[in-house]
T-cell receptor, first 115, second 116 residues
Framework: GENVEQHPSTLSVQEGDSAVIKCTYS??????FPWYKQELGKRPQLIID?????GEKKDQRIAVTLNKTAKHFSLHITETQPEDSAVYFC??????????????FGQGTILTVHP | GAVVSQHPSRVICKSGTSVKIECRSL??????MFWYRQFPKKSLMLMAT?????????EQGVEKDKFLINHASLTLSTLTVTSAHPEDSSFYIC????????????FGPGTRLTVT
């Protein structure tokens, strides 16, 4: 099955700095790479995703980059704000068969943005 | 769009009783829903995949007789924790896949279960 490794497990930055979280995956057939943000006691929220036919995608202060050759994808947050503090999860889904869509999550990164 | 609700948000029950948690897709039909369990400061652990009109597929180590899943319609899946024990206390979250061919999943707000 798919194996997803996420680093770092914790990340502390000053407001205004950039934050980068990286995930590596094992299944070369993976073709969809979402990132979720989860605040304490709340649901995971999809913040950005990328498909394998694209190398980078941006949405305001958030971007995701994908390197299919190296099998890793990264979340980039620029100009961080205290409200960006949360746990961030990467994931990849199973592409087919009876487990279609089943997500394998990374271990999570606790991001703390200090004012 | 793509709103998923979950009910109840919190439940406290006594050991030995059963608890039912509902997951609904409010503005779309979901042929597939997923049930997760999350421990404090940990990642989401997939328990089972729920497909409308068929039996759920459970992950290894998850007792299907303990965690009953029913997906009777395209907008509703239920998880029943039977004969609950304190070790079943956890945060349970469902998600719904938007459609076949689309991987996007949207999560419910979660249910905090406490078994006393």
């Amino acid at each position: 099955g798919e194996n997803v490794e996420q680093h770092p497990s914790t990340l502390s930055v000053q407001e205004g700095d950039s934050a980068v979280i990286k995930c590596t995956y094992s299944d070369s057939a993976s073709n969809y790479f979402p990132w979720y943000k989860q605040e304490l006691g709340k649901r995971p929220q999809l913040i950005i995703d990328i498909r394998s036919n694209v190398g980078e995608k941006k949405d305001q202060r958030i971007a995701v980059t994908l390197n299919k050759t190296a099998k890793h994808f990264s979340l980039h947050i620029t100009e961080t704000q205290p409200e960006d503090s949360a746990v961030y999860f990467c994931a990849t889904p199973n592409a087919g068969g009876t487990s279609y869509g089943k997500l394998t999550f990374g271990q999570g990164t606790i991001l703390t943005v200090h004012p | 769009g793509a709103v998923v609700s979950q009910h109840p948000s919190r439940v406290i029950c006594k050991s030995g009783t059963s608890v039912k948690i509902e997951c609904r897709s409010l503005d779309f039909q979901a042929t597939t829903m997923f049930w997760y369990r999350q421990f404090p400061k940990k990642s989401l652990m997939l328990m089972a995949t729920s497909n409308e009109g068929s039996k759920a597929t459970y992950e290894q180590g998850v007792e299907k007789d303990k965690f009953l899943i029913n997906h009777a319609s395209l907008t509703l899946s239920t998880l029943t924790v039977t004969s609950a024990h304190p070790e079943d206390s956890s945060f349970y979250i469902c998600s719904a896949m938007v459609g076949v061919g689309a991987y996007e999943q949207y999560f419910g707000p979660g249910t905090r279960l406490t078994v006393t």
